[in-house]
């Protein structure tokens, strides 16, 4: 739209563009901004009483889904929840990497209660939008889990899963991670040929991202 307007400069640093610029459309990010289209204001925007609030619900929140004693009821209220949270507060995202609830997360993931795998799996894609998470969830193990939901997941599970690969795979070095592990393309290409039309669409954009690498 920029460059249909009659824009020559960039945007961003507004340098002049050449006469014919070569442009190449990032689907991938197109694709991780469209989940994520709605979001609340800057947290700057919001009263420092409702950013307390938060902090200490998401505290109470963590505390639940990372015990050995809640239930799985008890950890998909938390997980719901912190679904929500961390969607549009980049600080909370940060609380519960810190706070270890990953490990806790990725248990859930496990689980063969598809909507607590649903909501775990929304959760770490919630926390993959930092950059500094993505080495981060790989390092974990997220990506045996995300393989195996492709395989034999749910379908919404299976579309999460694949937009979490395209969130991951924008740090250049989790490209060859994600390729070099067994069957994690092949389960996308596999996706790509007999999933829906999300999990096809999920697919196809998490290789697309990953073939920008070359040995992928």
């Known amino acids: 739209q920029w460059i ?7 945007p961003i640093t507004k340098l002049p563009l050449s006469e014919n610029p070569s442009l190449i459309p990032n689907h991938a990010l197109r ?46 209220e938390s997980l719901s929840r912190l679904v929500r949270l961390t969607k549009r507060d980049s600080s909370i995202r940060r609380k519960v990497t810190e706070s270890g609830a990953v490990r806790a997360a990725l248990d859930c993931v496990d689980s063969c209660n598809q909507v607590l795998q649903e909501k775990s799996l929304s959760l770490l894609l919630n926390l993959s939008l930092e950059d500094d998470n993505k080495v981060g969830l790989v390092a974990d193990g997220v990506i045996r889990r995300i393989v195996a939901v492709l395989r034999v997941g749910s379908p919404d599970c299976k579309a999460i899963a694949a937009t979490l690969l395209t969130s991951l795979a924008v740090v250049e070095v989790n490209k060859a991670t994600i390729g070099s592990y067994p069957d994690a393309i092949s389960a996308l290409v596999y996706l790509l040929r007999v999933g829906n039309d999300r999990e096809r669409k999920e697919s196809a954009t998490a290789l697309y991202a990953l073939c920008s690498f070359p040995d992928n």
């Open 31 to 76: 694709s991780l901004i469209s989940n994520f289209a709605h979001v609340s204001p800057k947290e700057s925007s919001r009263p420092r009483t409702q950013q307390e609030h938060s902090q200490s619900q998401s505290q109470a929140l963590i505390s639940t889904l990372v015990s050995r004693s809640s239930s799985n009821a008890s950890k998909l």
């Open 4 to 10: 249909d307007s009659g824009n020559r400069t960039c």
